[in-house]
């Protein structure tokens, strides 16, 4: 298990560096700022290099994890699919090929060219990662990785990635926009049950070095698996005065709702992934969400660590539908393995009912009760 955990935590900090390259190098970056200049082909260009960077890091994570754990290939899946196609129309697949030079030689051809972007991005594709973490060392759980499947979302809240704001100003220690909501999401589950298992999350726009003005991250992970619980954080206390963390586009329905429980404390956050993890740090008692605007590669790795924490993630509609009915032991909790019925595309991974992220059960319980007594 310490193995797999490694793998996925190397695999997150593989992509975190990839992230920060395609910012930080002025041969990606410019692909990437270049739909300020404006003409049609640049626009095009640029909307294929947003996803490039999605696509060729999903690819990296599948081709390093699948490699270490041959069992698992098959099913890592995640938002993006491989198939790319370039500002010249061409169709492309794009994937880590066996050297650095196999890979600089397809990226040269999915970039129109460009070598020394070609070439920056291979050699991040192809470097080692070493760990230096005893904690991660001192892991010692057995979970058959035969059990487990993978949901990735290589880059949550690609907007505000693309928009690369460095300086927001925190509210009450969460950012309500900019580059430190752009999160890589690598999440395990159980095959058979749909429960998620293991989380990883990396931020790799943590913090900015005020005299290199390179980019460091941050990772964090957690497991719960069969009542053994481990994390990298610790849990956060329930506080006094609860603060509760929403979309930008929540509906005003349910922000009127809200109000009377959390006053003036409702915080409004890009990233889905990154509003989980607002919960997760104690930045926040609670993320609702009434729409299924997020997937499965959204959740997953959150859902796990907010577990092993002691908290979870419910389906909204169906956690109310429960309460309505008097069953409020167990709320139902957002599961992993099974399609959306009737769904085609990436909708068949959304979770279409919405969702309550949270820490502490009593505090899921008001934001109930406060939801199924308000007029929505
Ligand atoms: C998005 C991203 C958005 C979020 C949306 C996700 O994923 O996290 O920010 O919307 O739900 O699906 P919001 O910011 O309103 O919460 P991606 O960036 O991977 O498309
Ligand atoms: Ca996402
Ligand atoms: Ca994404």
Not at 252 to 267: D, F, K, N, T, V
Request: hydrophobic share 45%; net charge negative; charged share 20%.
């Amino acid at each position: 298990m310490a193995a797999l955990l490694k793998s996925l935590v190397g695999a997150s900090e593989k992509s975190a560096r990839i992230a920060q390259l395609c910012r930080q190098e002025e041969a990606l970056f410019q692909l990437l700022i270049e739909e300020k200049t404006g003409t049609d082909k640049n626009k095009k260009f640029v909307q294929d290099f947003k996803t490039l960077a999605d696509v060729l890091i999903q690819e990296v994570i599948k081709h390093d994890v699948g490699k270490e754990f041959p069992e698992l290939r098959g099913h890592i899946g995640g938002e993006e699919s491989n198939q790319f196609e370039n500002s010249l129309g061409e169709t492309l697949v794009v994937q880590v090929c066996a050297t650095q030079q196999d890979t600089a030689s397809l990226l040269f051809t999915i970039l129109d060219r460009n070598q020394p972007a070609a070439e920056l991005l291979a050699a991040a594709i192809h470097q080692e990662v070493a760990l230096q973490d005893p904690a991660l060392d001192a892991v010692a759980l057995a979970i058959p990785p035969e059990r487990l499947a993978i949901w990735i979302d290589p880059i949550d809240s690609t907007n505000q990635y693309i928009r690369g704001q460095a300086r927001v100003a925190p509210i009450d220690g969460i950012c309500p926009s900019g580059l430190c909501s752009a999160l890589v999401l690598i999440g395990a589950y159980d095959r058979s049950s749909g429960d998620p298992v293991l989380g990883v999350i990396n931020e790799p726009f943590f913090r900015e070095d005020p005299l290199t003005h390179r980019w460091q991250g941050v990772y964090h992970w957690g497991i719960s698996y069969q009542g053994t619980s481990l994390a990298s954080l610790h849990r956060p206390p329930l506080r006094p005065e609860p603060c509760v963390v929403l979309s930008s586009s929540e509906t005003p329905a349910i922000q009127r709702a809200l109000r009377p429980l959390y006053g003036e404390r409702l915080r409004f956050a890009s990233g889905a992934g990154y509003k989980m993890l607002c919960v997760i740090l104690g930045l926040a008692e609670a993320y609702v969400l009434s729409e299924g605007s997020t997937f499965k590669w959204d959740s997953c790795a959150p859902h796990a660590i907010l577990r092993a924490l002691g908290g979870g993630m419910v389906d909204l509609e169906a956690a109310l539908q429960a309460w309505r009915a008097g069953q409020r032991g167990a709320l139902p909790e957002l599961t992993y393995n099974q399609p959306a019925a009737g769904a085609v595309g990436a909708e068949r991974w959304a979770n279409r009912g919405g969702l309550v992220a949270f820490m502490h059960r009593e505090h899921l319980e008001v934001v109930m009760a406060t939801l199924t007594t308000a007029a929505l």
